[in-house]
Structures are given as structure tokens and as C-alpha cells.
């Protein structure tokens, strides 16, 4: 079960959690440069705690990286793991832990709004530049510290990827073979923030719009918890790790294709087990939760990217290996997808406007 702290001004409850637990010895894993930015707020926080700290993560957790801090810091010397800064950061603790088979308990605490990992019992791991998913019920943050006050000062271009993470993690839940009843609340619930929010957030340095989008970033990861990912994101990983596209970046790619596809669903293509008839009835309440119909799918999103300072075409983007990215689809994900996409694949990848 997992305790969480969401509003601004929220890194002050560590203290509270120090107390509770009492650790002796704390592992500090961070981002460099956001951790830079806040440590006025937060070592203060630690300052009556010992603690090691570790910064030495790239921004797609690597396994070989995971393994130096391990031999470096053996997991019984201490009793908690705290994480600040961004997704990767997080699932490089999640990893951490994991890989050391220890029970301590984990502190999450994002410098970003989107990827949602503090509230998700799986981590992404890269082994040799393929990706892999630990997916454990022991790596869900025991606490979460969700704080908007963190994201101030995040450039632009990391805002847009985190937010448009947030914002398909959320529209992926909503329509993912294996979402519920619950999942999908919580989807509807991140969606609703996001639209009211995220042009706002990436643009300006409005603590309104940063408070919904640290919030809606925790409920879309409480959803994707629940339902897990789909398509967007298997298409996504091979595109971030052959070139080098932020993992947000990446998945908004897909997500006008994959919407299209979805709404056009049949009965020889759907995947879900509660039928094509449900599918369409789905899609079309996502639909109207943002505002659109079925002809201006693609306008819609373009014309956010654009906004966002989000490139969006193949071409411009340097894309132009089609076979390596039809070969390194993780296909789980694929199959929580409603619609059976294999055949649209290759217009995915051809598709340049």
C-alpha cells in the first residue's frame, strides 16, 4: 500500500516520513541537474538522516549502471531508498532495489510531470540497448512525494515530453484491453486536467497549470497501474533507443494513428474481449472528453505538437528506418491495444505529412 503526498509545498512531508521510519542510512539516487536546482529544499530535509548519494543515471536506465551501484553500494547497509528527479531516476531506484532483493522501503519524488513512475509497480531497464519492463508488486514507491514547486525551472522541451507522456498514458489507459472500470476513472480524471492544463504548463510558469499537471501526471501513473500501456508505447521505445528521442517524444508520435485505428475498429480486428461494439462506444467517449470528432484526429494533435514545439514529422526527425522499427515492437504491448494494428503498421511508419 502506498502513501502519498500530492500538492505544492509536499516535499516538506519527507521530514514526516523520516520520523516514521526512522532509517539509519538512506541511499539518495538523483538527477544531476534537477536535483541541482532543489537541494536547497531538500537536503535540509536530510540533514539529521546519513545518507549516500548517487547520481550516475542516464536518462534510459541502464542495467549495466544499475549493476556499478550495487557493487558500489551494498543494499544492507541501509534502510530506505529515496529517489528525486525524473522517470528514469525513479526506475533506476525501483531497479536498484529490485535487483538487490530488498525489502527497504522507497521514497519516490519526480522532478517532472509524466511518466508517472512514482505511482507504478514497473520499471523500464535497458540490457544492451533493448528494453526491458520489471513489473513487480515489491518496487512500487512505499511513498510518494508529488510537489508542482519541483518542476519549476524545467526547460520547455522536457515539460512538453513529460506532459505528453502523462497525456497518452492517459488515453492509453482509457482504451487498453485490460483497463477497468477503476482505470479508466482515473484516466478520464488525468485527461480532464491535462486538457485544462498543458499548453499553459510547457509555455508559461504558472503554478495553477503545474500543480494540475503534477497532479494529473500521478493519476494518469495510477491508471497505467492498473491497465498497463499499449501500442503508443511499444512503437515508442525502438524510436527513443535508435534515435535518441525522449521517451514522451516518442510515444506522442504514434498516438493520431493509433487513435485513428483504434476508432475504426471491426469485429475481425478487435482485440478486446468485451467486443468491438464496446471498443467504438469507448473511443467515442474519448472523443468527447477532448473536444474532437473522428475527422480532425489528426489535426487536433498536430496542431498541439506544433504549439508544444513538439516535431512531429518522420522526416524531420531523422526516421527513415522502417524494417529496424517493424522488427523491435515489444508485441505485449501490442496485444492490450483494442485493435490489432499489425496490418497498419506499415502506414505508421510511412506516414509523413
Not at 536547497?40 to 536530510?46: A, D, F, H, N, Q
Not at 498514458?169 to 486536467?193: G, H, M, P, Y
Amino acid at each position: 500500500m502506498q502513501q502519498s503526498f500530492v500538492s505544492r509545498g509536499a516535499i516538506s512531508n519527507l521530514s514526516y516520513i523520516l520520523e516514521k521510519t526512522k532509517p539509519a542510512k538512506i541511499i539518495l539516487f538523483h538527477g544531476k541537474h534537477s536535483f541541482a536546482k532543489h537541494e536547497g529544499s531538500i537536503l535540509p530535509l536530510l540533514s539529521n538522516t546519513k545518507f549516500d548519494a548517487y547520481s550516475n543515471i542516464s536518462p534510459n536506465t541502464k542495467h549495466e549502471e544499475v549493476v556499478l551501484a550495487l557493487k558500489k553500494f551494498n543494499a544492507q547497509d541501509y534502510d530506505m531508498v529515496v529517489a528525486v528527479g525524473g522517470g528514469s531516476v525513479i526506475d533506476f531506484a525501483k531497479s536498484y532495489k529490485h535487483y538487490s532483493e530488498s525489502e527497504m522501503p522507497l521514497v519516490a519524488i519526480p522532478t517532472t510531470a509524466g511518466t508517472g513512475s512514482e505511482a507504478t509497480q514497473f520499471a523500464v531497464v535497458y540490457i544492451n540497448g533493448k528494453k526491458h519492463s520489471l513489473d513487480k508488486p515489491n518496487i512500487l514507491p512505499n511513498f510518494a512525494i508529488v510537489d508542482s514547486q519541483l518542476l519549476d525551472g524545467a526547460p520547455q522541451y522536457l515539460k512538453a515530453c513529460t506532459a505528453l507522456d502523462a497525456y497518452c498514458q492517459a488515453i492509453e489507459s482509457f482504451w487498453a484491453v485490460d483497463s477497468t472500470i477503476k482505470s479508466r476513472d482515473l484516466a478520464v480524471d488525468a485527461i480532464t486536467l491535462i486538457n485544462d492544463s498543458i499548453e499553459d504548463f510547457v509555455l508559461t510558469n504558472s503554478a495553477v497549470a503545474a500543480d494540475q499537471m503534477a497532479n494529473a501526471a500521478f493519476i494518469s501513473g495510477q491508471a497505467i497501474n492498473i491497465s498497463r500501456t499499449t501500442a503508443a508505447h511499444a512503437l515508442s521505445y525502438a524510436i527513443t533507443t535508435k534515435y535518441n528521442i525522449p521517451h514522451g517524444h516518442a510515444v506522442a508520435l504514434s498516438i493520431p494513428d493509433l487513435f485513428a485505428a483504434n476508432i475504426n475498429i471491426t469485429e475481425e480486428t478487435c482485440q478486446d474481449p468485451r467486443g468491438y461494439t464496446y471498443v467504438r462506444n469507448n473511443m467515442g467517449v474519448l472523443l468527447d472528453l477532448l473536444k474532437i470528432n473522428k475527422s480532425n484526429i489528426a489535426t487536433f494533435f498536430y496542431s498541439l505538437y506544433d504549439k508544444l514545439g513538439i516535431e512531429w514529422r518522420f522526416s524531420k526527425l531523422g526516421i527513415i528506418d522502417r524494417h529496424y522499427l517493424q522488427q523491435a515492437i515489444d508485441m505485449t504491448r501490442l496485444a492490450n491495444n483494442p485493435k490489432n494494428i499489425s496490418e497498419d503498421l506499415p502506414l505508421f511508419w510511412s506516414r509523413d505529412n
